[in-house]
């Protein structure tokens, strides 16, 4: 009989961008295409997980066999996760989300104003923060896009955020981040220890993750 890690585990995954509307034709968004957050939720359900997808908007079709749910902005993305949270045992959070919006969203198109114009901004809710002071027996994994600092950078989000753990990648490395098929990401977790990978296409990235993700799941189940 096949042997599959995840058998029986609800895990969530987020994926993709989020858009925050000016007005009915503009908005404020990033280059995430999903395939790494998709890439995770293929991996997840091969190895036996019932998956829940929220996903931003991307060009890319959903895997077979899992929940899709498509949201827009990162309150849509919150109100999503925050009501799957309980059910599930396992969330990694993939999506590239929005730290700030518009202050105040246009019903009408904006007109030209002559000269120069701001647009004011406010901060959205770190739904990633907000798992992490909810979490009771998830397992809860956040991601890291840096460019520069990125050790100390994820050491730290692993902490604030109360992470078991995060898949940290440098951004601007060829080869890793936004909208290619591969990534270079390195693992941190709380025990302190670190896993470093090379270059690998987001398929294999996501298989190193869940592997690791599997491990964590068996410490916590012997506790
Ligand atoms: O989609 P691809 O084109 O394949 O690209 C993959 C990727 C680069 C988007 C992915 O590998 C990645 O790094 N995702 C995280 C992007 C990000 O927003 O990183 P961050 O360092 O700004 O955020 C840290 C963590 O907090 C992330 O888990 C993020 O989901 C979460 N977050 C951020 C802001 C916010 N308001 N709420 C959050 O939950």
């Known amino acids: 009989k096949e042997f599959k890690l995840l058998k029986g585990k609800t895990v969530v995954i987020t994926a993709g961008p989020t858009r925050e509307k000016i007005d009915p034709v503009r908005f404020i968004s990033n280059h995430s295409s999903g395939k790494m957050g998709y890439s995770i939720a293929e991996e997840a359900r091969k190895q ?12 890319i079709p959903a895997p077979t066999g899992i929940d899709l749910v498509k949201v827009e902005s990162a309150e849509d993305m919150y109100n999503a996760c925050i009501e799957v949270f309980d059910k599930a045992d396992i ?10 919006r518009p202050k105040f969203a246009y019903n009408e198109k904006v007109k030209k104003q002559p000269g120069g114009t701001t647009l ?12 992490g002071q909810r979490k009771k027996n998830q397992l809860l994994i956040g991601f890291a896009a840096e460019t520069n600092n990125v050790d100390e950078y994820a050491r730290k989000k692993l902490l604030t955020k109360n992470a078991n753990m995060i898949v940290a990648n440098n951004v601007k490395a060829e080869g890793a981040g936004f909208g290619t098929d591969t990534n270079i990401v390195t693992l941190y977790k709380r025990d302190g220890s670190i896993v470093e990978l090379p270059l690998m296409s987001k398929a294999d990235v996501a298989g190193k993750i869940i592997e690791e993700i599997a491990a964590l799941l068996k410490d916590l189940e012997k506790k």
């Open 48 to 59: 036996g997980a019932r998956v829940v997808l929220i996903s931003g908007p991307v060009q």
């Open 91 to 100: 969330v990694i959070k993939t999506a590239a989300v929005a730290d700030y």
């Open 120 to 131: 004011e901004l406010e901060r959205t809710k770190d739904i990633l923060f907000e798992l």
